[in-house]
């Protein structure tokens, strides 16, 4: 008898979603991943299969990467059997997370006190569901049924979630994990503890490095911070928002507001939910889905392992051979940090390379194929280094929900916000694809180079949306069109230029991207007028990296 299962290991917030830097975003995502390779490796310690108790179809545990859950099948005689099989494996998960917290607590020379060890012990949340497969009596359910059940019942176990209260006294909170007293700190600080420890350069094994002077942080942020004392493979030489910012020659200046923009890209795939639990409703033969189901994570995996981290890398001794750094890739998630100079283009080759994936021989119909590609959406928000990473990060999960939402639900799409310092947010959606398949991100290139080559002034686009932002209120795309296309051409052609034959190039160029842009399918006045402003800001930050 087997029992499909699906093992999960958090909190995601408590363990990335919460971080003051590049890095503590960085090691939480490590983390997690780093204990769902441990506990499958647990499950399934021997390279033969038939000689493991679980067998994993989801992800490929010979990668590097790992999302934070796993879907397995566990062979046991009965739910007892099956149950005690999971407790021991979530038993061993919480035993090897503590047992890192130790290590880098041996390794700095700290006190493991009890009040250490509740917030440690208080943290990790491991949830498992199954459904017996294939069930007794029901010869006709599928894998994907089966799967549909076990995805629901996690959700229900979720739901009613374990709480564990820690009785803690009132004092300074962590300043990462708001919900834990704060336990080390630098410097002088209010409201600590009496059970807190200062940590200077002479009391401490090098810890002074870890925390900046006024942090407190609690246990789980300190071990988070010092991972390479227990976890020799994690990097602790994590490059900062600024490092990005700096890669390709410029160099912030702390009292220049005006400039140090960096990018950050989080997407999700499509309708992944429908692909594993619901293939035939895709149009996959229902006779292969148990196949292409171990054939999708695979490719899933190779994508996250090897291709996006193969596109997205960090140099650390000449940052401008890098590209940018991944946050995390786990399976068709993924979290990542760019400089303006390369953003679009490198999501364009993500995109392009995740739409790659061939699932053609598992169709019902080989015909049904051609318009049926994996796709993502994407919300990429440009901020200012300034900005909370917490901030950046929520904007980011926002613009990644407005760019599922495109058109009617369509998806396929990316929504770009910009944050700047001033505090003005301005975003816009658009498909990754239009109607003529040409990719927008190419467009959107051509259209910021443009400006940035000729040294057109942007000033058009400010004048336009001033005389159209009262009309993109109104609902009549036609009329909208001709209106947007007839006075960009006349505000344009008015701009200054060297020569009448450059005027004539660069408007012809100009309306040229404008009329693509105003005849896709998606096409909204008003949109329209904020992704101007948008190129319009990123071309003054591209001149400025010039």
């Not at 397995?72 to 035993?95: H, I, N, P, R, T």
């Not at 602790?236 to 390709?248: A, G, K, L, R």
């Not at 400039?259 to 229902?286: C, L, R, T």
Request: glycine share 6%.
């Amino acid at each position: 008898m087997s029992y499909l299962t699906l093992f999960t290991i958090g909190p995601v917030q408590g363990f990335i979603a919460q971080a003051r830097k590049l890095q503590d975003l960085y090691a939480g995502s490590f983390l997690l991943s780093y204990l769902s390779k441990k506990a499958m490796n647990k499950a399934a310690p021997n390279p033969i299969p038939e000689q493991n108790k679980a067998e994993i179809l989801f992800p490929d545990k010979d990668k590097n990467a790992a999302p934070n859950r796993f879907l397995m099948l566990v062979k046991a005689e009965d739910e007892a059997e099956w149950q005690s099989f999971c407790a021991g494996l979530a038993q061993y998960v919480k035993q090897e997370w503590v047992n890192i917290a130790k290590s880098v607590f041996k390794e700095k020379n700290l006190n493991y006190s009890d009040t250490v060890s509740a917030q440690i012990e208080s943290v990790l949340q491991v949830y498992y569901a199954a459904e017996e497969y294939p069930k007794k009596g029901f010869g006709s359910e599928t894998f994907a049924d089966c799967y549909i059940k076990v995805i629901k019942r996690l959700g229900s176990a979720k739901i009613f979630r374990d709480f564990n209260q820690l009785n803690e006294l009132g004092g300074r909170k962590c300043s990462i994990m708001h919900e834990y007293n704060a336990l080390f700190y630098r410097k002088k600080s209010s409201f600590i503890t009496p059970d807190a420890q200062e940590v200077t350069a002479e009391n401490t094994a090098g810890l002074d490095k870890y925390i900046k002077p006024g942090e407190a942080l609690c246990a789980v942020s300190l071990v988070k911070r010092c991972l390479k004392s227990a976890i020799p493979a994690f990097d602790d030489d994590f490059p900062s928002v600024t490092d990005i910012y700096e890669m390709y020659g410029s160099k912030y200046n702390e009292d220049d507001d005006k400039h140090g923009y960096y990018a950050v890209i989080k997407f999700d795939g499509d309708d992944m939910g429908m692909w594993y639990s619901q293939p035939e409703k895709k149009g996959i033969n229902p006779e292969k889905i148990e196949a292409f189901q171990r054939y999708l994570s695979g490719e899933i995996s190779t994508f996250a392992d090897t291709h996006s981290r193969g596109i997205v890398n960090w140099n650390k001794t000449d940052k401008a051979k890098g590209t940018g750094v991944v946050i995390y890739a786990g399976g068709e998630d993924f979290l990542g940090v760019f400089n303006l100079e390369n953003v679009f283009a490198l999501l364009k080759k993500l995109r392009e390379v995740f739409g790659s994936i061939n699932l053609t021989e598992y169709y019902e119909n080989a015909n049904e194929a051609d318009n049926k590609t994996l796709t993502f959406s994407a919300g990429v928000v440009i901020a200012h280094v300034k900005t909370p990473l917490s901030q950046v990060r929520k904007m980011a999960e926002k613009a990644e929900e407005k760019a599922k939402g495109y058109n009617n639900k369509q998806k396929d799409a990316f929504c770009l916000t910009i944050a700047k310092h001033s505090g003005e947010v301005t975003d816009f959606i658009q498909p990754f694809y239009y109607d003529d398949n040409s990719s927008s991100l190419e467009v959107l290139e051509s259209l910021v180079g443009i400006i940035v080559k000729t040294g057109l002034s942007v000033k058009f686009i400010y004048q336009l949306g001033q005389e159209l932002e009262r009309l993109a209120e109104t609902e009549n795309n036609s009329l909208h069109k001709e209106i947007f296309l007839s006075e960009a051409k006349r505000i344009v052609s008015h701009s200054e230029f060297t020569s009448a034959e450059k005027r004539k190039t660069i408007v012809a160029d100009v309306m040229r991207i404008l009329e693509k842009l105003t005849n896709n399918s998606g096409f909204n006045l008003k949109n329209l007028l904020m992704y101007l402003r948008a190129i319009a800001f990123i071309a003054r930050e591209r001149s400025a990296i010039e």
